[in-house]
């Protein structure tokens, strides 16, 4: 499971060398909003050389409604990205557009039917936040969704996103949560925003635990100094493993009981399932 996806500007070959030494669990090439328009061409390029042979590296095109996005897969796809980042869709539609045109490209370039995953930030048009519902059963390759709430704030002509104390705006805390709703309806994991500001690192261990209380599974970042923070925050600490743990040998000593009870409070299939996620997301790393 990931836990850390960082952005890497793909014009950037100081940041592609770092980014191999992050830790990271997964990176992020940008070709959007990273890179400057005339920057494309040499990244694209970048991008395409750097995941030779690698692990893990996505790749986030430009929206699927722009010629930008086909010359950014055109020139990705024959080094097989693990996925496409996909901004700014309109709904589920233009996953399933997406879907399609990687289809075409996987038999070009001999890549395995099906094998390229797709993320889509599903909430940086307003109109996308009226048809989240669409994501479910939209396309196999959906791997998760994640959210951004700059694009948004400039689509809604707001000043800030934030308040002084660092917490979402009532529209940007919405469409993070219609995210999460939304990737718990496709069956697919949620993964929350970037932490702009990366010297505030308390802030960030406050925003990623929060991240993890909520039910998402992983987080994105844009700086190195980030992913340690983010990475530890996924893992469950050992308190809640051990606690799921009897919760879990508590349902398998009673085969058959729909509610039990267990230090004085009501355990039902709720609890259950919410500890076999606790056990598989900590089977995926350990805190520091
Ligand atoms: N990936 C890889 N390396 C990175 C990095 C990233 N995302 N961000 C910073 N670094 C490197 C820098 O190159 C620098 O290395 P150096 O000193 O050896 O040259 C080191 O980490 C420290 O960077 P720092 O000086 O603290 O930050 P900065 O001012 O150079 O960069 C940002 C700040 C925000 C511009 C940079 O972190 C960045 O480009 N982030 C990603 C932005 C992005 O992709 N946005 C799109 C999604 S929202
Ligand atoms: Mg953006």
Redesign the pocket.
């Known amino acids: 499971m990931n836990r850390s996806f960082?952005?890497?500007?793909a014009d950037?070959e100081?940041?592609l060398q770092?980014?191999a030494d992050?830790g990271a669990d997964a990176l992020i090439l940008?070709l959007e909003?990273?890179v400057a328009a005339e920057a494309r061409p040499a990244a694209r390029q970048m991008a395409a050389d750097y995941l030779q042979g690698k692990q893990n590296i996505w790749v986030r095109i430009n929206p699927f409604d722009t010629e930008d996005a086909h010359a950014d897969l055109e020139a990705v796809m024959p080094s097989a990205p693990t996925g496409i980042v996909l901004p700014k869709p309109r709904s589920a539609a233009d996953a399933i557009a997406l879907s399609r045109r990687i289809d075409v490209l996987e038999q070009k370039h001999q890549i395995e039917a099906g094998q390229t995953r797709i993320i889509a930030l599903c909430t940086e048009r307003p109109e996308a936040l009226f048809t989240l519902s669409t994501y479910a059963g939209a396309t196999e390759r959906l791997s998760a969704l994640s959210w951004g709430a700059e694009d948004l704030s400039a689509a809604v002509g707001a000043s800030a996103n934030r308040d002084r104390d660092g917490n979402w705006l009532p529209t940007f805390e919405m469409a993070r949560s219609l995210c999460l709703l939304a990737a718990a309806a496709a069956e697919v994991t949620a993964l929350d925003t970037?932490f702009t500001d990366?010297r505030d690192h308390d802030g960030l261990l406050r925003y990623a635990a929060n991240a993890r209380r909520d039910g998402f599974s992983g987080m994105l970042a844009?700086?190195?100094?980030q992913i340690e923070a983010i990475n530890a925050a996924f893992v469950p600490s050992s308190a809640e493993v051990e606690h799921a743990q009897r919760i879990v040998e508590l349902f398998e000593a009673n085969p058959g009981a729909g509610t039990l009870g267990m230090d004085g409070k009501m355990i039902d299939r709720p609890h259950l399932i919410h500890a076999q996620r606790t056990l598989k997301l900590a089977k995926h790393g350990k805190r520091q």
């Open positions: 960082l952005f890497v500007p950037s100081r940041k770092k980014a992050a940008d909003d990273a970037v990366f844009i700086h190195p100094a």
